[in-house]
């Protein structure tokens, strides 16, 4: 196998993988998940609940 055999094969499995990851992230069963993770920074209760464990953590005292 000859190394422009090789590099063609290698570019064509890049696109073929990269055409899968388009295809999973446009489809609708994962629209819920990334409509919800994207809205959750605007979520104040998620807010509260990672700012008292970082304060937690860094020992900080309110």
């Known amino acids: ?27 609708k069963r994962q629209k819920n998940k990334f409509e919800n993770t994207g809205k959750s920074i605007f979520n104040e209760s998620e807010l509260k609940k990672i700012n008292e464990n970082d304060t937690e953590k860094s020992g900080v005292k309110k």
């Open 1 to 27: 196998m000859s190394f422009a055999t090789f590099s063609g094969l290698y570019t064509l499995f890049l696109l073929c993988v990269f055409i899968a990851l388009i295809v999973w992230v446009y489809s």
